[in-house]
């Protein structure tokens, strides 16, 4: 036993995707992070901090993972952290309404010789099913460790868990539960001998040696590399088998000791998956729900955006007003009004619209329904060479391509993570929904929410096409089973949306205040000087310059106005800056209001641009190189320059391919 603690314990929370174990953290550090209800969202390790009746504990978030078995990258960084981080104590969180398949994992971290605290989550699911955990039995046939039932949803048992962690603490590590075969357990001993002795004889001291023991006889690569132990007579050969035999005849045990009623209560998820992950109709339903979100984003974002352009108006003639009483410079004045106010501030009435868009994908997702997007995929993913789960990046990239390139952490080969990061950025980001709310609005008025659903679909299906044409050239032998979790059916969690939500919204507005704002100066400059300095007219300016140079590239796609160009360029550095480009560029305030619209639709006319030269430059948008920031994600992941800029220089092809057709087929049908 210890007799003293630490200053600061580092306590890790370890568990299986979806079981709630990154709300846990948020509970204990008040932590903004995303909860995603799909596997493969937790793709780092998070750091918080708490404190418990004087104890300052420093908490680390970790990859769901199902085992401490390196297949995944989760796995690969979750056992990292384990072994070689410091942790002092683990807090496995399990589901509790999936017991027998959470405890495996248990199973393997009880074998590491650290003091385990076992947090059982979603216990009200539990109570709601008509089953009962035997809370005495339970923590008996896991060796005397604590079990504390926590609702991490509901914020109960928390004070619990931290006075079971600093006690357990001090308590020690565990003591063995499962006693494998005898021969194999003769085999482990034997090897934990001879282990103990390799670290004596450098000085050093081993704390896991049992663990270690079993992960040679498992022939675990790594640990073989680091802990080459000449036993040929002991390792003849893999036991991986043996021993994940041994834990689920010791789960099968406890299941039927501790767990009653399993089986009394028909699950409710099990009668809405029925319908909604049929091998017909799931596909279906699934357009028909993200229909209903865009029809949301639409109708009801449309309304609520009246009242910012309302306050956009105000404020921008305000500012103006204010400016010439002061007798400020007529440049100052137009760089505040016309460059920044204007390429801010119609980036903001777009706001309700990126609400309401965030908010119905957040209720989706910890409902608990963006997980089976994935298994209701899998036939078509399988078709082009990719399993369903490299659908759940594609379905994450709909917010932001950033994490979403992130994700595919979670795919297990390299050439399925760069095949998926790939075609991630074809689905319509946050970021591009501005750029579809006003041209649908103002070309499409009629049917605006069925033209921007329109480019959602094109995206995935342009993104299958890619892996699909990929897959013909370049065929691949390996077979892509699904194995992901579904996790159940539950009532979002208020708090958990809000902190989605907010999050993204906070993003939204931190890109309009820095990116967009800095954008919107350096495009005023460009439009507002020239070789000979301050022009006139900006049709004499660097920025006409530039986009000249490229309007005969952009002809054949509908696109020859040198302002599109200059504006599809700003675009690079976030996508809304195209809609502020365009404010800018014609000089039309508050861009997104009715008079905007109309105003911008009538100089566009003016120049023969019409429906179809929009919907090609919608696709043109949709297509082309995603952010800067995605890009530099992009790099990240893969670690080659020369890759991230092939696929780039393939989309923008790609891009001006597709808005070409659209438009030199179009142009000759309407």
Same mark, same amino acid.
């Given at each position: 036993?210890?007799?003293?603690?630490?200053?600061?314990?580092?306590?890790?929370?370890?568990?299986?995707?979806?079981?709630?174990?990154?709300?846990?953290?948020?509970?204990?550090?008040?932590?903004?992070?995303?909860? !995603?209800?799909?596997?493969?969202?937790? &793709? =780092?390790?998070?750091?918080? +901090?708490?404190?418990?009746?004087?104890?300052?504990?420093? *908490?680390?978030?970790?990859?769901?993972?199902?085992?401490?078995?390196?297949?995944?990258?989760?796995?690969?960084?979750?056992?990292?952290?384990?072994?070689?981080?410091?942790?002092?104590?683990?807090?496995?969180?399990?589901?509790?309404?999936?017991?027998?398949?959470?405890?495996?994992?248990?199973?393997?971290?009880?074998?590491?010789?650290?003091?385990?605290?076992? !947090?059982?989550?979603?216990?009200?699911? &539990? =109570?709601?099913?008509?089953? +009962?955990?035997?809370?005495?039995?339970?923590?008996?046939? *896991?060796?005397?460790?604590?079990?504390?039932?926590?609702?991490?949803?509901?914020?109960?048992?928390?004070?619990?868990?931290?006075?079971a962690v600093v006690h357990h603490y001090e308590e020690g590590p565990n003591e063995k539960v499962v006693t494998y075969k005898r021969g194999l357990e003769a085999k482990i001993t034997k090897l934990q001998q001879m282990l103990r002795e390799q670290c004596k004889s450098v000085g050093s001291r081993m704390e896991n040696d049992r663990w270690l023991a079993i992960k040679l006889l498992e022939d675990d690569e790594e640990i073989r590399r680091h802990w080459p132990v000449q036993?040929?007579?002991?390792?003849?050969?893999?036991?991986?088998?043996?021993?994940?035999?041994?834990?689920?005849?010791?789960?099968?045990?406890?299941?039927?000791?501790?767990?009653?009623?399993?089986?009394?209560?028909?699950?409710?998820?099990?009668?809405?998956d029925a319908v909604l992950t049929h091998r017909v109709w799931g596909i279906p339903l699934f357009l028909l729900i993200m229909a209903a979100v865009f029809g949301l984003t639409f109708t009801v974002g449309d309304f609520l955006k009246g009242y910012f352009e309302t306050g956009l108006d105000y404020f921008s003639s305000s500012v103006g007003s204010f400016l010439s009483a002061v007798k400020t410079a007529d440049w100052l004045v137009s760089l505040v009004v016309d460059g920044i106010i204007a390429g801010v501030g119609g980036i903001l009435t777009f706001l309700p619209n990126i609400f309401i868009l965030?908010?119905?994908?957040?209720?989706?997702?910890?409902?608990?329904?963006?997980?089976?997007?994935?298994?209701?995929?899998?036939?078509?993913?399988?078709?082009?060479?990719?399993?369903?789960?490299?659908?759940?990046?594609?379905?994450?990239?709909?917010?932001?391509?950033?994490?979403?390139?992130?994700?595919?952490?979670?795919?297990?080969?390299?050439?399925?993570?760069?095949?998926?990061?790939?075609?991630?950025?074809?689905?319509s980001c946050s970021a591009r929904l501005p750029i579809y709310v006003l041209f649908a609005g103002m070309f499409f008025p009629d049917c605006a929410m069925l033209t921007a659903y329109s480019l959602y679909l094109l995206g995935v299906v342009v993104a299958i096409g890619v892996a699909l044409a990929g897959n013909r050239l370049f065929p691949s032998r390996e077979e892509h089973a699904l194995l992901i979790e579904l996790p159940e059916y539950k009532t979002p969690n208020a708090r958990t949306i809000a902190i989605y939500v907010w999050e993204k919204v906070k993003d939204y507005l931190t890109k309009a205040g820095t990116t967009i704002f800095i954008a919107s100066i350096l495009l005023w400059f460009l439009l507002n000087y020239g070789p000979g300095g301050i022009v006139s007219d900006i049709a004499d300016s660097f920025g006409a310059g530039v986009g000249r140079f490229l309007v005969p590239f952009l002809i054949p796609a509908g696109l020859g106005m040198w302002q599109i160009a200059v504006a599809l360029i700003s675009g690079l550095s976030a996508k809304e800056v195209v809609v502020s480009s365009f404010s800018v560029l014609f000089a039309v305030g508050n861009i997104n209001s009715e008079a905007g619209m109309r105003q911008l639709s009538e100089i566009l006319a003016a120049n023969g641009f019409g429906p179809v030269n929009a919907y090609a430059l919608m696709v043109f948008c949709l297509l082309y190189s995603p952010c800067m920031a995605a890009v530099a994600a992009i790099r990240r992941e893969t670690h080659s320059w020369r890759w991230t800029l092939e696929m780039v220089a393939f989309q923008v092809a790609l891009a001006w391919a597709a808005a070409a057709i659209v438009f030199q087929v179009g142009s000759r049908i309407f």
């Open positions: 036993m210890k007799t003293s603690s630490k200053q600061t314990l580092t306590v890790g929370f370890v568990g299986n995707p979806n079981c709630g174990k990154t709300t846990l953290f948020n509970a204990f550090t008040g932590a903004s992070l995303k909860v !995603a209800n799909w596997p493969g969202v937790t &793709v =780092e390790r998070v750091e918080g +901090e708490a404190e418990y009746k004087g104890q300052k504990l420093r *908490l680390i978030d970790l990859p769901g993972i199902y085992s401490l078995t390196c297949y995944s990258i989760e796995e690969r960084v979750s056992r990292k952290c384990i072994l070689e981080e410091g942790i002092d104590v683990i807090v496995n969180v399990v589901d509790a309404s999936s017991l027998e398949r959470n405890l495996y994992l248990t199973m393997q971290l009880l074998e590491l010789q650290k003091p385990v605290v076992l !947090a059982l989550n979603m216990m009200d699911i &539990v =109570e709601e099913r008509g089953m +009962e955990i035997d809370m005495h039995r339970l923590p008996e046939m *896991l060796g005397e460790i604590p079990v504390v039932p926590v609702s991490a949803r509901r914020r109960t048992g928390l004070d619990v868990l931290l006075h036993a040929p007579e002991i390792l003849d050969r893999s036991y991986e088998n043996d021993i994940i035999n041994g834990k689920y005849d010791y789960i099968e045990e406890l299941v039927e000791e501790c767990l009653f009623h399993k089986e009394e209560k028909a699950a409710f998820t099990e009668k809405i965030f908010l119905a994908l957040a209720f989706l997702e910890d409902s608990g329904y963006m997980a089976r997007v994935a298994y209701v995929m899998d036939s078509v993913m399988g078709m082009v060479g990719l399993s369903g789960k490299a659908f759940l990046p594609m379905v994450l990239g709909f917010g932001c391509t950033v994490p979403a390139v992130m994700a595919t952490r979670a795919l297990e080969s390299e050439r399925d993570r760069r095949r998926t990061i790939l075609i991630t950025p074809f689905m």
